[in-house]
T-cell receptor, first 114, second 115 residues
Framework: AQSVTQPDIHITVSEGASLELRCNYS??????LFWYVQSPGQGLQLLLK??????LVQGIKGFEAEFKRSQSSFNLRKPSVHWSDAAEYFC????????????FGGGTRVLVKP | EPEVTQTPSHQVTQMGQEVILRCVPI?????FYWYRQILGQKVEFLVS????????KSEIFDDQFSVERPDGSNFTLKIRSTKLEDSAMYFC?????????????FGQGTRLTVV
């Protein structure tokens, strides 16, 4: 069955430290890949997306993600975390052959220590 | 920047009552969606809508749910007889060309509480 997994439910990181959030998918073909962020009480904001081409994609707020086909992964990274990055992060995938919709991972909640 | 707007932001309703959640998608978008997120759980797809009809729906989207685009700008989700387990955050989204073409823009959500 098709699925999206975010192995880490919570991550705590110190301000200024680097951050990496993991995302793995299980699909028969390479899907379209997205990372969304949800701040408390807010909606879902797109950080970045991968459709094709360069496997390292840059997004907003200093985030980047790398698509690795061999590992079926699309991990999100940020070199230096700011306190405002505290939020919940969702990996999502879409595949036209699987319907015109997004399937979300369970989310990773990021806490930032001063 | 264009945005998807949802109203109300929070709705409390009694079990068995009908609720209508409203969304105004981005004006030139063609594909519309409802997702929901039960507290502490993942965001789940409910239904997609294109060309004035449902293009796909999930198992969650049973006969108690319906969607409508009544006037070319609004996109509504109706729950006919709410149950306690319908309590969740409901997100509306829209895209120009569907998954893979362009990104999906999400609204701020409507928190539905069924008591």
């Amino acid at each position: 069955a098709q699925s999206v997994t975010q192995p880490d439910i919570h991550i705590t990181v110190s301000e200024g430290a680097s951050l990496e959030l993991r995302c793995n998918y299980s699909y028969g073909a390479t899907p379209y890949l997205f990372w969304y962020v949800q701040s408390p009480g807010q909606g879902l904001q797109l950080l970045l997306k991968y459709f094709s081409g360069d496997t390292l994609v840059q997004g907003i707020k200093g985030f980047e993600a790398e698509f690795k086909r061999s590992q079926s992964s699309f991990n999100l990274r940020k070199p230096s975390v700011h306190w405002s990055d505290a939020a919940e992060y969702f990996c999502a995938v879409g595949l036209k052959a699987a319907g015109n919709k997004l399937t979300f991972g369970g989310g990773t909640r990021v806490l930032v220590k001063p | 920047e264009p945005e998807v707007t949802q109203t109300p932001s929070h709705q409390v309703t009694q079990m068995g009552q009908e609720v209508i959640l409203r969304c105004v998608p981005i004006s030139n978008h063609l594909y519309f969606y409802w997702y929901r997120q039960i507290l502490g759980q993942k965001v789940e797809f409910l239904v997609s809508f294109y060309n004035n009809e449902i293009s796909e729906k999930s198992e969650i989207f049973d006969d108690q749910f319906s969607v409508e685009r009544p006037d070319g700008s609004n996109f509504t989700l109706k729950i006919r007889s709410t149950k306690l387990e319908d309590s969740a955050m409901y997100f509306c989204a829209s895209t120009l060309t569907g998954v893979g073409g362009t990104e999906a823009f999400f609204g701020q959500g409507t928190r539905l509480t069924v008591v």
